[in-house]
């Protein structure tokens, strides 16, 4: 759903977030939505068959989502980097073991079948399987990098106030 956070970048980041049952309410009380889960939302938003009216909606959540964000002073670039600050610093109080391991396993794992697949192609029997197992592995690497090393939205953010402080 990248176009979402291109069209409403707030609603779009949030909903995939730590406040994705706010960004998912606001989005069902906009577009008549009766169950307000994210489920449900993304159901709609998928569906490729969103009215002129509805992406309007969308924008109108879009405004009323920020007046929410700014009454109780959120900021959401905040809330990621406090998640994983509070995981961060949980594994290192409590020096477990199985983040750690689970990191390890991910990233075999990736390469492992990505090894596997470049080697031998993908078979005949159970090749969408290992098909969908590869971009499962994929995206749990790719959480493994943001966690240990920092996300890339953060160096987006980054990059943008560079550009900025290089136009004045």
Do not use: C, H
Not at 21 to 45: C, P
Not at 54 to 82: M, R
Request: net charge negative.
């Amino acid at each position: 759903m990248d176009w979402l956070r291109t069209l409403v970048p707030m609603l779009g980041t949030a909903l995939g977030g730590p406040l994705g049952g706010a960004a998912a309410s606001f989005i069902a009380d906009k577009l008549g939505i009766q169950e307000k889960t994210i489920e449900a939302v993304s159901e709609v938003l998928n569906s490729g068959k969103m009215s002129a009216d509805q992406i309007a909606a969308l924008k109108l959540a879009e405004i009323d989502f920020q007046k929410f964000l700014d009454g109780n002073k959120i900021k959401l670039s905040e809330l990621d980097v406090q998640d994983r600050s509070n995981a961060r610093a949980r594994e290192m109080t409590v020096k477990d073991w199985i983040p750690g391991t689970l990191a390890l396993l991910l990233t075999g794992g990736f390469f492992g079948v990505l090894a596997y697949m470049m080697q031998y192609g993908t078979p005949e029997r159970g090749g969408d399987a290992l098909l969908v197992m590869l971009g499962s592995l994929g995206t749990g690497f790719a959480s493994v990098l943001a966690y240990y090393f920092g996300s890339s939205s953060g160096s987006a953010s980054k990059n943008a106030i560079i550009e900025r402080l290089g136009e004045k």
